[in-house]
């Protein structure tokens, strides 16, 4: 384990910032202005495209509304910048020009941190898969045949990925319960949020090829917080034969820094152990999880938030290496923004389960909120929260807030009037 990096931005260096020197994430921010690329450090934000305009970094596009240019410059680039503003930002080595780029955080407005290419979402947590697999079928039957073979995953939608802080309205969509002759179509009335981490892929792949696990861990930028909404009425009704639709189409959150691969270095793990041997496509190489502790908090609208959740990543099944491995194998193209959900996280108890649906077993056992209030499922108000960090010896490596508040559906017809 290392130590903390030691900055002259002296909120850096407070044991429980998420943002020290040692982490350094890369985000895209603006202060009424264009959006462009920065780095947090302590409580400011570190504009990268004015270091860039001076002639402290290189022309990597950090002017743009977005980290894509940066992301495809590869490896090297990616270690040459951080090398270059650890040393910026060290204790001992402040000048005006770096001063003059900083901008106090709660003053900025922070901005989907890249361009999303494409986004999978993957089915890689094991308890997740077995308590799902229990509600729905039976414990002896829970897990698919495939998943202990192969991450399972599916092809979500893009255009509904957004930063922290974005509020979305409930979901309509055409239901059926087991008691229904015929399916009904309005607002979801079974919300759920899905507790996972995102994997950011830097580098591409070119359409037939196929790419190793170590080389999709190289592949692969930085990692963010991600809340995959779920309507589960309506995925109940929709998913046979083809899997989720609509039903995760509608709102998927992500926390506005992207945490990078270096930063989170020092705290790799294990996967868990293999109950059947992986085929060499995907077979562990070595250390690829991360050692991140995770929380959900719930809050009632006016209300306190309510801590529901407690989790890790380590718990997961396949890493996201194994993921990105895998969706390649067919020889099919990755690019640089594509956005790999790795499915709920949850943990062995109940304390850790990732999702409502899994907390509440299925509405069956709701939770008490501070104030009082119940829920099964999210009501028209609530916020939910993800928080995450690795803990290091004396400092932490953040992700900065996953938020988002459920506003009630929309009323009247369809159409744009």
């Given at each position: 384990m290392t130590d903390l990096i030691r900055s002259w931005v002296e909120t850096a260096n407070d044991p429980q910032s998420p943002f020290p020197l040692n982490n350094l994430p890369f985000g895209v921010f603006s202060t009424g202005d264009a959006p462009r690329c920065a780095v947090a450090i302590g409580e400011s934000v570190l504009d990268l495209a004015a270091l860039q305009s001076a002639g402290s970094l290189p022309d990597h596009g950090f002017d743009e509304p977005a980290l894509n240019t940066f992301m495809g410059k590869g490896k090297q680039a990616?270690?040459?910048?951080?090398?270059?503003?650890?040393?910026l930002l060290r204790e001992g080595n402040e000048t005006d020009a770096v001063r003059a780029a900083l901008h106090d955080m709660?003053?900025?407005?922070m901005h989907l941190p890249f361009t999303v290419a494409e986004y999978t979402d993957f089915y890689a947590g094991r308890q997740h898969a077995f308590n799902v697999g229990s509600l729905f079928r039976d414990p002896e039957n829970a897990l698919p045949p495939n998943?202990?073979?192969?991450?399972?995953?599916?092809?979500?939608?893009?255009?509904?990925?957004?930063?922290?802080?974005?509020?979305?309205?409930?979901?309509?969509?055409?239901?059926?319960?087991p008691q229904d002759e015929m399916p009904s179509f309005g607002p979801c009335k079974r919300l759920d949020i899905e507790l996972e981490m995102g994997a950011v892929v830097g580098m591409p792949s070119e359409m037939g090829e196929r790419i190793s696990v170590d080389e999709a861990d190289d592949m692969i930028f930085g990692y963010v917080l991600l809340n995959d909404w779920s309507a589960r009425d309506i995925q109940a009704w929709e998913y046979q034969p083809l899997g989720p639709f609509q039903a995760k189409a509608f709102a998927t959150t992500i926390s506005p820094w992207v945490v990078t691969k270096a930063a989170l270095a020092p705290f790799r793990c294990a996967t868990p152990p293999?109950?059947?041997?992986?085929?060499?496509?995907?077979?562990?190489?070595g250390p690829m999880l991360?050692?991140?502790?995770?929380?959900?908090?719930?809050?009632?609208?006016?209300?306190?938030?309510?801590e529901i959740c407690r989790t890790n990543y380590n718990t997961l099944y396949y890493s996201a290496a194994q993921q990105l491995a895998h969706h390649a194998s067919s020889g099919c193209a990755m690019r640089t923004g594509d956005l790999l959900g790795s499915g709920t996280i949850s943990g062995p108890?109940?304390?850790?389960?990732g999702s409502l649906l899994e907390m509440t077993w299925g509405g069956k056992d709701p939770l008490t909120l501070e104030g009082g209030q119940s829920r099964t499922f999210i009501e028209d108000g609530d916020t939910l929260a993800l928080h995450g960090h690795a803990q290091g010896d004396g400092y932490r490596i953040g992700f900065g807030p996953c938020v988002g508040t459920v506003l009630p559906a929309r009323s009247g017809e369809a159409g744009r009037s």
């Amino acid at each position: 384990m290392t130590d903390l990096i030691r900055s002259w931005v002296e909120t850096a260096n407070d044991p429980q910032s998420p943002f020290p020197l040692n982490n350094l994430p890369f985000g895209v921010f603006s202060t009424g202005d264009a959006p462009r690329c920065a780095v947090a450090i302590g409580e400011s934000v570190l504009d990268l495209a004015a270091l860039q305009s001076a002639g402290s970094l290189p022309d990597h596009g950090f002017d743009e509304p977005a980290l894509n240019t940066f992301m495809g410059k590869g490896k090297q680039a990616w270690e040459d910048v951080r090398r270059t503003l650890t040393e910026l930002l060290r204790e001992g080595n402040e000048t005006d020009a770096v001063r003059a780029a900083l901008h106090d955080m709660s003053g900025v407005t922070m901005h989907l941190p890249f361009t999303v290419a494409e986004y999978t979402d993957f089915y890689a947590g094991r308890q997740h898969a077995f308590n799902v697999g229990s509600l729905f079928r039976d414990p002896e039957n829970a897990l698919p045949p495939n998943w202990l073979h192969i991450p399972i995953g599916y092809n979500g939608r893009a255009s509904t990925v957004v930063v922290s802080g974005t509020d979305f309205h409930r979901p309509m969509g055409q239901m059926k319960g087991p008691q229904d002759e015929m399916p009904s179509f309005g607002p979801c009335k079974r919300l759920d949020i899905e507790l996972e981490m995102g994997a950011v892929v830097g580098m591409p792949s070119e359409m037939g090829e196929r790419i190793s696990v170590d080389e999709a861990d190289d592949m692969i930028f930085g990692y963010v917080l991600l809340n995959d909404w779920s309507a589960r009425d309506i995925q109940a009704w929709e998913y046979q034969p083809l899997g989720p639709f609509q039903a995760k189409a509608f709102a998927t959150t992500i926390s506005p820094w992207v945490v990078t691969k270096a930063a989170l270095a020092p705290f790799r793990c294990a996967t868990p152990p293999r109950e059947k041997e992986l085929l060499p496509h995907i077979r562990d190489t070595g250390p690829m999880l991360y050692d991140i502790a995770l929380s959900v908090t719930m809050a009632a609208k006016g209300g306190a938030p309510t801590e529901i959740c407690r989790t890790n990543y380590n718990t997961l099944y396949y890493s996201a290496a194994q993921q990105l491995a895998h969706h390649a194998s067919s020889g099919c193209a990755m690019r640089t923004g594509d956005l790999l959900g790795s499915g709920t996280i949850s943990g062995p108890e109940k304390g850790m389960f990732g999702s409502l649906l899994e907390m509440t077993w299925g509405g069956k056992d709701p939770l008490t909120l501070e104030g009082g209030q119940s829920r099964t499922f999210i009501e028209d108000g609530d916020t939910l929260a993800l928080h995450g960090h690795a803990q290091g010896d004396g400092y932490r490596i953040g992700f900065g807030p996953c938020v988002g508040t459920v506003l009630p559906a929309r009323s009247g017809e369809a159409g744009r009037s």
